[in-house]
T-cell receptor
Framework: GAGVSQSPSNKVTEKGKDVELRCDPI?????LYWYRQSLGQGLEFLIY????????KSGLPSDRFSAERTGGSVSTLTIQRTQQEDSAVYLC????????????FGPGTRLLVL | AQKITQTQPGMFVQEKEAVTLDCTYD???????LFWYKQPSSGEMIFLIY??????QNATEGRYSLNFQKARKSANLVISASQLGDSAMYFC???????????FGKGTKLTVNP
């Protein structure tokens, strides 16, 4: 597709379960970012990947959060043992390269932890 | 650390009129970029306009323009000839120093009245 795609668009889960969120960046974009948008915290950076470099995980809120990017394209954000405070919209973005390029966002995954 | 301040939680404008959304920022970087995004109720973050700190002219993109005042560290978004479809949240963002991780303001909710 032409834009960043994310799946699922909505996810409802029970506290303690694991969830996987998927992001498919724009073709040819080497940088991929995950952000979280919640009512109390606004938009916050989680993690980013650039090419084959080690990812910058500095924004991950706890070790329950992890992400991988396979083949330099699709990325999966995994949240283990979900908590109610994990409820948020998870946004993925990609850009052509790291330095100064515009980040284009996907539609997001709305996660609700009951 | 980079910081974005959007002082207007909500703004109202009549259709076809112009509106200015405020954004001030704090950065220690000499060279930086500023981004504005629109987030309609559907949730997707839509890139609107970019301003480089060393650009000699204010950025313009269709009905969007920036009133960039570097010395005052402000980059206000001007939307001309407002349309009903402009009703959305608007976010100003700047990369965190030394990286491409975006730091966002809390946003301004714009409502365009018919």
């Amino acid at each position: 597709g032409a834009g960043v795609s994310q799946s699922p668009s909505n996810k409802v889960t029970e506290k303690g379960k694991d969830v996987e969120l998927r992001c498919d960046p724009i073709s040819g974009h080497t940088a991929l970012y995950w952000y979280r948008q919640s009512l109390g915290q606004g938009l916050e950076f989680l993690i980013y990947f650039q090419g084959n470099s080690a990812p910058d995980k500095s924004g991950l809120p706890s070790d329950r959060f992890s992400a991988e990017r396979t083949g330099g394209s699709v990325s999966t954000l995994t949240i283990q043992r979900t908590q109610q405070e994990d409820s948020a919209v998870y946004l993925c973005a990609s850009s052509l390269q790291e330095s100064g390029e515009t980040q284009y966002f996907g539609p997001g995954t709305r996660l609700l932890v009951l | 650390a980079q910081k974005i301040t959007q002082t207007q939680p909500g703004m109202f404008v009549q259709e076809k009129e112009a509106v200015t959304l405020d954004c001030t920022y704090d950065t220690s970087d000499q060279s930086y970029g500023l981004f504005w995004y629109k987030q309609p109720s559907s949730g997707e973050m839509i890139f609107l306009i970019y301003q480089g700190s060393y650009d000699e002219q204010n950025a313009t993109e269709g009905r969007y323009s920036l009133n960039f005042q570097k010395a005052r560290k402000s980059a206000n978004l001007v939307i001309s000839a407002s349309q009903l479809g402009d009703s959305a949240m608007y976010f100003c963002a700047i990369p965190q120093g030394g990286s491409e991780k975006l730091v966002f303001g809390k946003g301004t909710k714009l409502t365009v009245n018919p």
